[in-house]
């Protein structure tokens, strides 16, 4: 209850606590991370400690690298890599793909479609989950194009225009204009998206919105702070109908709209849709 008056007051995600995951005796996720098992437990220690860390890998020693944002709440070692990006990779092979990650957070995602793909472009309009992001990726040996960039503005043009495959998790139901933000980049995409987000409740109650000649329906809900690290950046967001979604992308070429996950998380019902290009390879 406590919580849910939270949600309404603040947005969909409580203030943390401060405290910190134990520092190691980690028996489940364990990866290969020679450069973190070269450190001493002071030094990774010293790593831990001087970035905003909110969300963990743990090496071959059970150590923590990383930190949790609550105590619920990325409060696991995070699997790299992500289920959803295996089965990515089985519809579309991303060995010779550019993929576009939007909202990378702390490179956790990054890092396994670095170990993937052919190419990896990441952006995050918090400039300290870029940072984040570069650290855990270049102490993981991997590589990736990273950029601060609020995906609700203009495409700067330092960034690249195109790209084959859009990584698109845990974002969408952030903005304030998801619509209008898709259309910006679904005509960018030339193969495949991976879209993992929430969608409208259906018992509403539903606005409606109209972008670019493109009409829907969506639930209006308050955003957090500029201070939480998940948050978007405006102070509401729309979460749409999954159906609305699947009408804007088979209208911009996707005609393939897999919901491969339906399910019910604490703040709502969230998908995981696979969208190919119908004239896309198999
Ligand atoms: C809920 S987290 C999801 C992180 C990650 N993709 C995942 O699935 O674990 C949302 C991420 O999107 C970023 N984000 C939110 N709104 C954004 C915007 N307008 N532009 C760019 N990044 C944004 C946040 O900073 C955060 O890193």
Redesign the pocket.
């Known amino acids: 209850m406590l919580k849910k008056i939270v949600k309404k007051l603040i947005g969909i995600d409580a203030a943390p606590d401060v405290s910190s995951a134990p520092k190691s005796g980690y028996e489940e996720g364990r990866l290969e991370l020679p450069k973190i098992e070269m450190l001493s437990d002071d030094e990774l220690d010293r790593l831990n400690s001087i970035l905003p860390w909110c969300a963990f890998l743990v090496d071959r020693k059970g150590r923590r690298f990383g930190n949790w944002y609550t105590d619920s709440k990325r409060s696991e070692p995070q699997a790299v890599p992500d289920h959803r990006i295996v089965e990515l990779n089985k519809r579309i092979p991303l060995s010779d793909c550019h993929v576009m990650e939007?909202?990378?957070?702390e490179g956790?995602?990054t890092a396994a479609l670095a170990q993937l793909a052919k190419q990896v472009t990441a952006?995050?309009?918090?400039i300290e989950?870029v940072a984040k992001t570069l650290v855990r990726i270049g102490l993981m040996g991997l590589s990736a194009d990273c950029y601060c960039?609020?995906?609700?503005q203009a495409l700067p043009p330092a960034l690249p225009q195109e790209w084959d495959v859009l990584h698109h998790?845990?974002?969408l139901y952030?903005?304030s204009s998801p619509i209008a933000h898709l259309q910006e980049l679904l005509p960018r995409t030339r193969k495949a998206v991976l879209l993992?987000t929430h969608v409208a409740p259906e018992a509403g109650p539903f606005l409606s919105s109209l972008s670019d000649g493109f009409s829907y329906e969506y639930c209006d809900f308050k955003e957090s702070s500029r201070e939480n690290?998940?948050?978007?950046?405006t102070d509401h967001a729309q979460w749409v109908r999954v159906g609305d979604l699947q009408r804007l992308f088979a209208g911009l070429g996707f005609d393939r709209f897999e919901v491969a996950e339906q399910r019910d998380e604490r703040n709502g019902p969230r998908v995981c849709v696979y969208a190919i290009r119908s004239d896309c390879p198999q």
């Open positions: 939007i909202g990378c957070y956790i995602h952006v995050d309009g918090r989950n960039w609020d995906v609700e998790m845990g974002v952030h903005l993992d690290p998940f948050a978007g950046l």
